[in-house]
């Protein structure tokens, strides 16, 4: 099942078995031969940055809120990054695991990430999303009759999303600082224009689903 403390215990587990740390192996393994250098993961990182400031909806109105520290489940999703250090990871995986000729992930780990691992669901009401399930740290999904591969994030202020459209040579990532799904809008609408297809109404669409959540939580809170 998608479960975060199981991340964080592969990441501990890296750290015994190399007899370092899992933030270690990361720099060494991946974040240096890609050359993302403004990324980062621990809470003092990014307050160290000029980094986008976190903001939640706050009794109705749009806030500042503090920092979350994810300091100790760090491989579940304490990584702080930028545009263009994540559009280095996205054509890293677009060109199958290799950068300037050096392989750094085996062609059957990638398989397994994008491969489906466990059933989520065929999409609802949505016709335009099918056969969705859970790969090894990746959601994959038929999109209007295309192989998708994509993840959000989520914390205390911020938003993201990150797609990859592997055989059809694309890639993207959203980030924002609030807690919107404007990351989500943002993404289908680029896909269906660069691919050419039929627009949909993906921002009035969000903002409902939005509305409908909110309204959720403050039922549960009464």
Known sequence: QYQNLMYMTAGY????????SWEEQLHKRILEPLGMASTSCCLAGLESSFSAEPHERVRGRIARVPYRCLDAVA????INSSVSDMLRWLRFHLAGGVVDGKR??????LGLMYAPQMSVGDGG???DFHLE???LGWTV?????????THSGGI?????RAVLLPDDGLAGVVLTNSATSLPNALTYEAIDRLLGLDPRPWSRRFKATEKRDRQATQNRRR
Do not use: H, M
Request: glycine letters at 14%; aromatic letters at 8%; charged letters at 30%.
């Open 133 to 135: 399930s859970y790969g």
């Open 141 to 149: 999904i038929s999109y209007r009759g295309r192989r998708l591969v």
């Open 75 to 78: 491989p579940a999703g304490a």
């Open 156 to 160: 205390d202020g911020y938003r993201c």
């Open 104 to 109: 750094l992930i085996s062609k059957r780990a």
């Open 13 to 20: 587990l890296v750290g015994r078995l190399t007899d370092s």
């Open 125 to 127: 009401e949505d016709a």
